[in-house]
């Protein structure tokens, strides 16, 4: 075996909540190891973030934004989530992002914070690095994260299965005691290696999936594999038929989709059609700002009724020179399509953004399995309920980051008898696979999820997708048990179990609510 890794805790992932958890732990005397399937630690979904991150403006109060997250979350929050996210979330903003890391947040001429809105929130409380929020913020958590002296970062490296006492000891007694989580199995990309990380406690936080769906706003690395790596552990999940849809994206035919941020609707921007007609004010008194499952199936209805391939977001009446300065990211990204946002209205359909649902965790991040830890969008702690906020996840990654990080090296603190069992050594295959599966086969699972378990859905359209995916899995799982293990492979066999227990949740949930909408 190439290394035998061990650790005190172990974080998956390096968004914001696994850079947070990472560097709490450190900060309070934990060896930390950090592993990442990316070369590129900036690759994740934390950089993709416009918008911004939830605070407190001057007429704001924790009262208020609970309303407002409860209101969005459309009856299914949990309330002492909600309560906690509202309380402690502007405080950690302040100490962590505002004073520790120095996040360069927009100022007025004045030197205050400058606040904006997006939809569904009763007030501007969104502070923001022009809409390029989550780069800014992720930079500087990842600087932090590679000076510090009780942080390692293993690059390249994908987690393949979670190790547990009852799936991996090679005592027979371990089946008779209690579950837990004793680290991973993970992949050498470079080396095609399989070696064990052993660690006290180890935090998931792998982010969203994104990539299951044919149109999203997510990078190439979210394709659900923590929630795959938990599924296969019988860790518990939930609420994940909640897939939020963002209204806004650019529409170019044949192109990745690129986020067109909600912010631009908050500053005043409003959905037409082709015609020029503001579709939005028959639908919602809030128009083009209502809740964005709302947004997101009127456009599609509106694409649908009038055989239009998109709907257009007009920001022509906005200062010129200040939405240039405001909005350099998508400015930038649509002048390179050859549209001036200041002169031509935006082409945008809807596309995957965000999993409200996930592992289920409790108030302080801790999965349904013991020594395993779930923070950031692969996580579920109800904050989202039915639907999320615009500008609630960073701060929800913040807060559970923090807790996580804090409360796992506490735990380390205290006890002194972590159990390590000996485990099975890998078996290494060695048949090649052939990269066009790969690609077919992914192409299958997004353009079943988008036609079938996407923004509306039905009882027929799920049994087909059930009976499109099963398929596959079996096949999948058959090359995956003799193939050469590899990142692609990996990410595969995650990518249709994750979809798999999308459906599943889907199908079990006949209710209309918030992200599942169910036309029958
Ligand atoms: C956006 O900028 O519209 C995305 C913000 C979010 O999803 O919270």
């Known amino acids: 075996m190439p290394y035998n890794v061990k650790t005190d805790v172990l974080v998956i992932g390096c968004g914001i909540a696994g850079a947070i958890a990472a560097l709490t732990a450190a900060d309070q005397g934990a060896r930390v190891l ?47 989530a909600v309560e906690l996210l509202a309380e402690k979330g502007p405080a950690l903003v302040k100490k962590l992002l505002i004073d520790k890391y120095a996040i360069p947040f927009d100022q007025d001429e004045k030197g205050r914070l400058d606040f904006t809105t997006e939809g569904a929130h009763s007030l501007s409380r969104v502070i923001h690095v022009a809409d390029w929020t989550g780069k800014a913020i992720i930079r500087s958590l990842v600087s932090a994260l590679k000076t510090h002296p009780g942080i390692r970062i293993l690059k390249n490296t994908t987690a393949v299965d979670i190790l547990t006492l009852s799936h991996h000891s090679r005592n027979p007694g371990d089946i008779y005691r209690e579950p837990m989580c004793v680290g991973i199995y993970a992949l050498n990309q470079k080396k095609g290696w399989v070696f064990p990380i052993f660690a006290k406690e180890t935090i998931l936080a792998t982010g969203g999936l994104g990539q299951i769906y044919l149109h999203t706003t997510n990078p190439r690395v979210a394709r659900g594999d923590g929630i795959a790596l938990a599924y296969r552990a019988g860790v518990r999940l939930i609420n994940l038929e909640y897939v939020q849809f963002h209204p806004t994206t650019l529409f170019q035919e044949d192109e990745k989709r690129f986020l067109i941020t909600e912010s631009l609707r908050g500053e005043g921007g409003i959905l037409i059609r082709r015609n020029g007609e503001r579709f939005m004010d028959d639908i919602h008194p809030m128009g083009s700002l209502a809740p964005r499952d709302i947004v997101a199936r009127a456009i599609q209805d509106v694409m649908l009724a009038h055989n239009e391939p998109c709907v257009y977001l007009d920001v022509r009446h906005l200062n010129p020179d200040w939405a240039r300065v405001r909005f350099p990211n998508v400015y930038n990204n649509c002048a390179e399509y050859g549209i001036d946002i200041t002169k031509k209205p935006i082409p945008v359909v809807p596309a995957a953004h965000y999993s409200c649902g996930g592992i289920a965790v409790d108030l302080m991040g801790r999965a349904s399995l013991k020594r395993l830890w779930a923070v950031g969008e692969v996580s579920c702690t109800g904050v989202h309920g039915a639907n999320r906020l615009a500008s609630a996840s960073l701060l929800e990654g913040l807060v559970w980051g923090y807790e996580a990080g804090r409360q796992s090296s506490l735990n380390i603190r205290r006890k002194n008898d972590y159990y390590f069992p000996s485990i099975e050594k890998w078996i290494h295959e060695k048949e ?50 003799r193939g050469a293990l590899s990142d692609g492979l990996i990410g595969l066999r995650n990518g249709v179990q994750t979809a798999m227990a999308v459906l599943f949740a889907a199908q079990q949930n006949r209710e209309t609510r918030g992200c599942h909408f169910r036309v029958d």
């Open 432 to 481: 090649t696979v052939d990269p066009a599966l790969i690609y077919q086969d992914w192409l299958t699972i997004k353009y079943t999820m988008w036609n079938y378990v996407g923004l509306t859905r039905t009882s027929k359209r799920l049994e087909r997708a059930l009976h499109i995916l099963r398929e596959l899995q079996q096949e999948v799982e058959r090359f995956y048990k």
């Open 34 to 80: 950090v592993v990442t399937g990316m070369g590129d630690l900036m690759e994740g979904n934390t950089a993709y973030a416009q918008g911004g991150i939830i605070y407190k403006s001057p007429h704001d109060s924790p009262e208020l934004l609970t309303k407002d997250i409860i209101r969005a979350g459309a009856g299914r929050c949990h309330v002492p």
